[in-house]
């Protein structure tokens, strides 16, 4: 859950994974629905898929229990090297480096290392851990090199006069903690989006995206971009079309809903649509009485619109 999301954020996410799924045994028997369920709101799903997975692996090969073997650990879905090492060292006190972004500040800061991404960097950030580790206590090592990134080798404004590493960092020596490792440029994209909510007597109509991708697996309300030169309606008009081969027959706002994923600021258009005919269920589409709605994982945007039509009920 840390990977990619803030200690902050996830506790709350943490302590209820941990109410519902509170041994390896349970979470392999649960349902990929129910598990990305208990992570809806967490993001980067893909994360959820994995834990899943490892935990159906562990219950099946190896009894419920985590092998302390690298070369079965890395063939683990979601088991790349940061997390190898992670369980390696902090599970069972074996020599393994661990380089998450806190550590690469962190001895990027104290190399003074100014280009701190890419190979040649790795290498060397990767081969000064490799000396510096303890022959007692890795997991504790590794993990204080993260808080120290995480509290005070920031990215920005670090609290250097209070690090225990300072008179050795040569980064805080030459006077160039604020600009290394240096921002990571992200470019965001503007998305334009329309939602069609279909109702027939008291159930909704949801989809399931594509099992791989942004946002896999997860249930929404039909929809798409709006592509260049189209309005909100004319959008729904060839989405409902493409996707359900049905006519908008009448198409009332019913919110507006301004989201953002990793590289993307989504403003989407909501509509209470009449279509002709129906479409249909099958394994992908279903009509979803509404006090059924939360049973189901959806992305965040999907949570908000849900929300809109519980107020109007």
Not at 197 to 221: C, H, M, N, T, Y
């Amino acid at each position: 859950m840390l990977q990619q999301t803030t200690v902050a954020t996830v506790i709350p996410y943490y302590r209820r994974w941990m109410r519902r799924f509170p041994a390896m045994k349970k979470l392999a028997a649960a349902s990929l629905r129910d598990v990305l369920k208990a992570w809806q709101g967490l993001g980067y799903y893909q994360r959820a898929r994995n834990v899943h997975g490892a935990a159906r692996l562990f219950c099946g090969r190896f009894r419920c229990r985590i092998p302390d073997d690298p070369a079965v650990l890395a063939q683990v879905p979601g088991f790349g090297p940061y997390t190898v090492g992670a369980v390696l060292s902090i599970a069972f006190g074996r020599k393994r480096t661990i380089i998450d972004a806190n550590v690469r500040r962190v001895t990027a800061r104290y190399l003074a290392v100014k280009q701190a991404r890419g190979t040649q960097a790795d290498r060397v950030l990767e081969e000064f851990l490799q000396r510096a580790l303890p022959d007692k206590d890795v997991g504790a090592f590794n993990q204080a090199l993260m808080e120290l990134g995480a509290l005070v080798c920031r990215q920005e404004n670090p609290l250097c006069p209070r690090c225990p590493l300072k008179k050795r960092c040569c980064a805080w020596r030459r006077g160039l903690q604020d600009v290394i490792p240096g921002a990571v440029a992200r470019s965001i994209q503007a998305v334009e989006a329309v939602a069609a909510v279909i109702s027939r007597g008291d159930a909704v109509f949801l989809q399931q995206r594509a099992p791989k991708g942004l946002l896999a697996g997860l249930w929404e309300f039909p929809g798409g971009k709006i592509e260049r030169g189209e309005t909100p309606l004319q959008a729904l008009r060839r989405e409902l079309r493409e996707e359900l081969s049905v006519v908008k027959k009448e198409a009332r706002p019913l919110l507006t809903v301004r989201h953002a994923y990793t590289r993307f600021r989504v403003r989407l258009h909501v509509y209470r649509c009449r279509v002709q005919p129906l479409p249909k269920a099958d394994k992908t589409h279903r009509w979803v009485p509404r006090s059924r709605l939360k049973e189901y994982p959806v992305p965040s945007a999907t949570a908000r619109i849900i929300e809109a039509l519980e107020r109007l009920a």
